[in-house]
């Protein structure tokens, strides 16, 4: 079953505006990690987050995470056409280590 | 260190043959995962497994679908007697003891004709 929502499904920005995608679910969880999916690819890991952390930082990339909502946030800030793809939140329930629940993502273009 | 290798990258085989995907995990990588993802959809769990044993097959289904990770090689998804409804992309993660990050390979893609 679908653990993960991602909200938007589509999100169309301009370079050099900032993009915030959603992801909600449904149980408890370990950690919470963001992917990256360019059309026809393999997956590229963005940042793990735990579930006793609120917020991390990579580069242009924050995450924040509220357990008490089951919710979190990736804030991509001064996008450039090359972050067009599709975004993914995974969780771990339980124990650290088994296997990976996806939303459905968020596809988001970022024209020039 | 190379990253986590599918081959191959495109199979297309005919309604009634089987589907051998293989999967070779990062350098000093002991765990491997197997997901599939339909058209416009997230990828979904199916076998996780730790060299020669299988930790959890939850999201495969029981019949004609098997995986392996022997002691040697690449970690094998075999599906038989393929449908239509097997085509899909197949990935393959693999992850380290001391992480809980999965590093992904480029996938398979799967068509059944």
């Known amino acids: 079953s679908q653990q993960g929502e991602e909200d938007p499904q589509a999100l169309s920005i301009q370079e050099g505006e900032n993009a915030t995608m959603n992801c909600s679910y449904k149980t408890s969880i370990n950690n919470l990690q963001w992917y990256r999916q360019n059309s026809g690819r393999g997956l590229v890991h963005l940042i793990l987050i735990r579930s006793n952390e609120r917020e991390k930082h990579s580069g242009r990339l924050r995450v924040t995470l509220d357990t008490s909502k089951k919710s979190s946030s990736l804030l991509i800030t001064a996008s450039r056409a090359a972050d067009t793809a599709s975004y993914f939140c995974?969780?771990?329930?339980?124990?650290?280590?088994?296997?990976?629940?996806f939303g459905k993502g968020t596809t988001l273009s970022v024209s020039s | 260190n190379a990253g986590v290798m599918q081959n191959p990258r495109h199979l297309v085989r005919r309604r009634g043959q089987e589907a051998r995907l293989r999967c070779s995990p990062m350098?000093?990588?002991?765990?491997v995962y197997w997901y599939r993802q339909l058209p416009e959809e997230g990828l979904k769990f199916m076998v996780y497994l730790q060299k020669e044993n299988i930790i959890d097959e939850s999201g495969m289904p029981k019949e004609r679908f098997s995986a392996e990770f022997p002691k040697e090689g690449p970690s094998i998804l075999r599906i038989q007697q393929v449908v239509r409804g097997d085509s899909a992309a197949y990935f393959c993660a693999s992850r380290g003891g001391s992480t809980d990050t999965q590093y992904f390979g480029p996938g398979t893609r799967l068509t059944v004709l």
């Open positions: 995974a969780t771990v329930r339980g124990q650290a280590g088994t296997a990976l629940i």
């Open positions: 350098k000093g990588h002991s765990h």
